[in-house]
């Protein structure tokens, strides 16, 4: 044909058929990869054994790279807004108003008062209201059994002393 189009022939559109078919199959079932890496092989073979100089070579090539990025902006895009995308997002939400709290937020212990359930020597395990609590003691070793409030929350830590 010319310099740089290369003469394709029918084994040349089955690789690159079948390669394509493949990449597009590792796009959407992303895993081990042995369809991508047959995809590829297919492809550069179809390269291979029909491009008769580099610059046919190169030609090649890029137009697979072209085509290859124009899929991937598909599946992107099917994923980011269509169906394919929704399984793979939580929409439910946890709010404060259903009970669900984070693990920073423990504000609301400020005052409680509880039972150790562990000796607190200085760390140790509380029940306040039926739900169990790791806490630190201000310090002091605490019995097992003793009554103890919380005076301080510092983010996830919860200080207790005796009440």
Do not use: W
């Amino acid at each position: 044909m010319g310099a740089f189009l290369p003469d394709i022939t029918v084994l040349t559109i089955i690789l690159l058929l079948v390669g394509f078919g493949l990449v597009f199959l590792e796009m959407h079932i992303p895993g081990f990869g042995v369809p991508g890496i047959l995809g590829t092989i297919c492809l550069v073979l179809a390269v291979v054994l029909t491009a008769q100089n580099f610059g046919q070579a190169l030609v090649m090539s890029l137009a697979i790279l072209a085509v290859l990025g124009a899929m991937l902006g598909v599946v992107l895009t099917f994923f980011t807004k269509g169906k394919l995308f929704k399984p793979l997002i939580l929409s439910d939400e946890q709010k404060k108003e259903h009970g669900y709290i984070s693990s920073s937020d423990l504000d609301y212990l400020l005052g409680k008062t509880g039972i150790a359930i562990t000796d607190l020597r200085p760390a140790g395990s509380v029940d306040i209201g039926g739900v169990k609590f790791d806490v630190i003691s201000n310090g002091e070793y605490i019995s097992k059994g003793t009554k103890v409030e919380i005076f301080k929350v510092n983010g996830v830590k919860l200080l207790v002393k005796k009440a």
